[in-house]
T-cell receptor, first 114, second 111 residues
């Protein structure tokens, strides 16, 4: 079974631009979460989507947004990029949302803002 | 607010020695704790979860609610255990699914 796929793997953008990252979950998984990973802050929760609805959002500015499509694929968008947005963005999918649910992670998209 | 603390950024042990990776948490509800591992050039993956009370690759972890800890232990370290280990807390009982991670401990097993 194919794992979580994130595209692109690497991106270089200029301050002020916007960017869209894509995540294809494992087939049958309906919950998709996004995390930002930086050396200073570690892994931080961005948001979770389930059945095309955002269920929860982390402590990030409104420049960070996302959506989920009917096939459970998800995109996240960052507008007006800042240097501090440079990070590894990880997507995770899960089959359910109950106790003990395992999250399956993609390999991430490395975003560099210059 | 929920919080996970892993006090050691780096832990070096000799092959065959016991390993203990520390994890402490802060959470007002009934916690769900996990250990995730990332081997070199691989994606982050689940190692074990407290709800299953399982032993994976010789690793065990016991949830101690009194000490709010979920330390990861292995009696005899192997070279292939060298990796980045993350302790995580889930709040899946709150109508959403969110993991709060510690900052991770890099385990280095010396041959």
């Amino acid at each position: 079974k194919a794992g979580v796929t994130q595209t692109p793997r690497y991106l270089i953008k200029t301050r002020g631009q916007q960017v869209t990252l894509s995540c294809s979950p494992i087939s049958g998984h309906r919950s998709v979460s996004w995390y930002q990973q930086t050396p200073g802050q570690g892994l931080q929760f961005l948001f979770e989507y389930f059945s095309e609805t955002q269920r929860n959002k982390g402590n990030f500015p409104g420049r960070f947004s996302g959506r989920q499509f009917s096939n459970s694929r998800s995109e996240m968008n960052v507008s007006t990029l800042e240097l501090g947005d440079s990070a590894l963005y990880l997507c995770a999918s899960s089959l359910s949302r109950g106790r003990g649910t395992e999250a399956f992670f993609g390999q991430g998209t490395r975003l560099t803002v210059v | 607010a929920q919080r996970v603390t892993q006090p050691e950024k780096l832990l070096s042990v000799f092959k065959g020695a016991p390993v203990e990776l520390k994890c402490n948490y802060s959470y007002s509800g009934s916690p769900e704790l996990f250990w995730y591992v990332q081997y070199s050039r691989q994606r982050l993956q689940l190692l074990l979860r407290h709800i299953s009370r399982e032993s994976i690759k010789g690793f065990t972890a016991d949830l101690n609610k009194g000490e709010t800890s979920f330390h990861l232990k292995k009696p005899f370290a192997q070279e292939e255990d060298s990796a980045m280990y993350y302790c995580a807390l889930s709040n899946s009982g709150a109508g959403s699914y969110q993991l709060t991670f510690g900052k991770g401990t890099k385990l280095s097993v010396i041959p």
